[in-house]
């Protein structure tokens, strides 16, 4: 049958037993995040569109594939299209720096970006991130990466491939942008249409095209290596350092860009062996300016932003096969009383039920029970009786005996 209503394209809907493993998966990132001090924040899904338009970027893909519109009031909203200006506008708003010098927060959202769907990203997208505000230190980038690591080891994704670069600078990356855009105007000609349209507005995201035509264009091009401060420069070595104590195997690509205005310093990106065509497992870097460009103090910042659904195709990790305590059969009304007083009494005491309230005969309800890998049944008629289903012994029970007996099981 076909539904009178379909889902809009680009949104997906989540079902069990599938809603249990996004669950597992939930579970793994607040365990590691919080292994590692990181505090959880939840943000409005709707927000103002200059927080986005101001502090991405105008010409960056994000902020042209907003979903927004204009409210009653005339005000320009937004549903959010990435979540660190969020972070960074309510860890300003809220003074939450003046009490946390050093602060660790990570985020588990719903996303809205308009463009194409495809396996693996849609229209809207659930990301994982965490943001670390006060430390300018090598240690902290390190620390940023080395949870990443951890996390995707505990997701069980294999054969994942960290690329590092530095991009220095906000006034470093200007001067970079002035070489960059004359290199690119001299093979103009040979860009694909995509990188032409960067060309004029952002010619730095051309270095992130994945167009065949691009790539020997893109090998050419200056580094940004070449126009980065000392500062910079030592600060990224002892970012790979650390990684090498750590054991974490890296990549250095001087061609590697994040496609956000606000970043500068250490950007990185791990993605997998994957053949499929989106194999961006999370993506992060520095932004020691964001937080005083939106009104806020001097705090430097990183963070990482990784996408849930990219990690679910890849992660090897299977749902735990649901178990039911207790299959519940109270097929005759006059029972029901004493079958909801047996219920509250077992859900309290911690057991997992199931109540066939379609009233089935107890033969089906057995078999459903076994079906729904329940422990037991309990039914409750003018007698209480209570099978184990794996050594199919049966007791007829008090009321008072259902708990003491359960425990035996």
């Known amino acids: ?14 079902l069990p037993p599938e809603t249990q493993l996004w669950q597992e998966i939930e579970t793994i990132i607040h365990q590691t995040c919080q292994q590692f001090g990181f505090e959880e924040i939840r943000t409005p899904a709707v927000e103002f569109v200059n927080l986005f338009q101001e502090n991405i970027g ?56 308009r463009e194409k769907p495809q396996k693996g990203r849609q229209r809207q997208f659930n990301q994982f991130g965490i943001e670390a505000f006060g430390s300018r230190n090598s240690e902290q980038d390190a620390e940023i990466i080395l949870i990443a690591n951890k996390l995707f080891k505990d997701l069980k994704i294999n054969n994942t491939r960290l690329s590092i670069n530095s991009i220095g600078s906000p006034e470093i990356r200007t001067k970079y942008e002035v ?22 507005k952002n010619p730095i995201r051309i270095l992130d095209s994945k167009e ?3 790539q020997s264009i893109i090998k050419n091009a200056p580094l940004i290596k070449e126009f980065i ?66 009104g806020g103090p001097k705090v430097p910042a990183v963070g990482f932003a990784a996408g849930i659904e990219r990690m679910m195709l890849e992660s090897k990790q299977q749902p735990t096969n649901k178990s039911i305590d207790v299959y519940i059969s109270c097929n005759d009304i006059k029972h029901a009383s004493k079958g909801f007083k047996i219920i509250k009494e077992i859900t309290d005491n911690g057991y997992k039920i199931f109540f066939d309230t379609n009233k089935k005969n107890v033969k089906n309800q057995i078999k459903d029970a076994i079906k729904n890998k329940a422990s037991s049944i309990l039914i409750i008629d003018d007698k209480i009786l209570i099978r184990n289903l794996n050594s199919k012994k049966e007791n007829i029970v008090s009321e008072s005996q259902i708990l003491s007996l359960l425990k035996k099981q």
């Open 1 to 14: 049958m076909k539904s009178k209503y379909q889902k809009i394209k680009g949104t997906f809907d989540i």
């Open 58 to 113: 105008y010409e960056t893909d994000v902020s042209k594939e907003m979903f927004g519109w204009q409210d009653q009031s005339g005000k320009q909203l937004a549903l959010k299209p990435e979540m660190t200006a969020p972070v960074v506008r309510a860890y300003i708003e809220s003074g939450f720096f003046r009490k946390h010098p050093l602060c660790r927060l990570y985020y588990i959202d719903s996303l809205f970006r």
């Open 179 to 200: 070489v960059l855009k004359k290199y690119f105007n001299q093979n103009a000609n040979k860009l694909s249409k995509v990188s032409k349209k960067r060309l004029e």
């Open 212 to 214: 065949k035509e691009d």
């Open 229 to 294: 401060s000392k500062d910079d420069g030592v600060h990224f070595n002892e970012v790979l350092s650390h990684l090498k104590a750590l054991g974490i195997q890296y990549n250095e690509n001087p061609h590697l860009v994040r496609g956000l205005d606000y970043y500068n310093g250490t950007t990185f990106e791990i993605t997998t062996n994957s053949q499929q065509s989106q194999n961006a497992l999370c993506g992060g870097g520095r932004y020691d300016f964001l937080v005083e460009k939106m």
